[in-house]
């Protein structure tokens, strides 16, 4: 019996994903545990494991395709010696309709065409009403109506199928189409129109009319920049933010770090275990006063306050187009060389977009180190469920008072955000409070 194969859900919020490659082709034998797919959500690239054995018979969602629902059919499965002709009998769900307009003409029962010439999962084509065939289809931006078997011939002898015309029922195109315009030779196809300068919406767009057409060019927004787009206007509009700074000294810290990773042992080629950064003891430093204020290791709900026992430490990762905040959970039970290699490792991961969906969700706080790019201070937004944020400015030699005399030693600005719903202004000051002590004496952080 045919086996269908799902859209995935990799995380308990997904509810779409892009399709973004097939590793199988159609008529590829697969064992269990062959990768088929590459899935990728608003944070991460994920792979589509084979859990049964036989041929992909059938692709029902091409590579590249945006916003697959969960549970959508995507590929049909044939056990051994099973006709492909049984892949047929598969059919996805219809695409929710984008408008009214739309929603109605799909629910009319005059639009809709006659169940048995109805277009197979997978077709790609869609004709125009007026006959003009699939290439005025594709360039007005509808689908194209074509079966399976003509879309596999057409690709395989590079044919474009989008300049054909179909014959088959309500326009589309079949088998033999294909192979009329392999031996005749593919019509000449009318001029395109000239696209629009904007995409469909964004003519009418307040910001987009205050600037001269064709000064600027336009790039869609991936999923992960609507995702980041609405939790952080979410965290803006419904948590109230108030912040709270502080300078630390560095100087013992640094002295520290050059003990320990003078003291990382070695392998045979003299490569240290560990380096641990100073970012590394930041963590640490923010676990441990969560720890000793725990009254600030919170997470607002209307329902009530969630005291965390732990603390999950979310570090940002800023990776092109976005940023992943993976979490470093109990960071207070772990030494500074286990942060520094787990974090080292989630950062590589969270970079090539392949952190599970578990290793970057919840966590109880977060820290965001601009201090890098010589950013010095600056506050962060709060990235709900989380109560605090610390930002982290760059370490600097600034003058400082020290008894009655100045000296010039290693300065770090640090702001905390705060949800005061969550957390009051005392508390936030007792939490930021306890992050500088250990900072300056990090030889507390080992008691």
Known sequence: MPTPILMPAL??????????????????????GDILAEIETDKATMEIEAVDEGTLAKIVIADGTDDV???????????????????????????????????EASSSPKEAPPPETAPAVG????????????????RNGARIFASPLARRIAKQNGLDIGLLKGSGPHGRIIKRDVEKALKEGVPTAAAAPQPAALPPGMADDAIVKMFEPGSFDVV??????????????????????????MDCDLESLLA??????????KDKDGKPAYKVSVNDFIIKAMAMALQKV????????????????????????????????????KAETKGLAKISVEMKDYAARARARKLMP????????AISNLGMFGINNFSAVINPPHATILAVGAGEKRPVVVGSNFEVRSQMSVTLSTDHRAVDG???????????????EPAMMLV
């Open 256 to 265: 520290v770090r050059v003990k320990v990773n003078d003291a990382a042992p």
């Open 69 to 103: 629902p969960v549970n959508e059919l995507i590929a049909v499965l044939l056990e051994e010696g099973e006709d492909a002709s049984a892949a047929d009998d598969f059919k996805a769900a219809a695409p929710a309709p984008t408008s009214p307009q739309q929603a």
């Open 294 to 329: 725990p009254e600030a290791n919170a997470s607002w709900t209307d329902a009530g306050m969630l005291l965390h026992r732990h603390s999950d430490v979310g570090v940002a990762v800023a990776i092109p187009g976005g940023l992943l905040t993976p979490v470093i959970r």
């Open 358 to 365: 578990e290793e970057y969700q919840g966590g109880s706080t």
């Open 123 to 138: 077709e790609v084509a869609a004709p125009s009403a007026d006959g003009g065939g699939a290439a005025t289809a594709a």
């Open 11 to 32: 995380s308990p919020t997904m509810e779409k994903g892009k399709l973004a490659k097939w590793l199988k082709a159609e008529g590829d034998d697969v064992k269990s």
């Open 220 to 245: 869609p927004h991936d999923g992960m920049r609507k995702i980041i787009a609405q939790r952080l206007t979410q965290s803006k509009q419904t948590v109230p933010h108030f912040y709270l700074s």
């Open 426 to 440: 005392a508390l936030g000051a007792q939490l930021l409070g306890a992050f500088k002590g250990f900072i300056e």
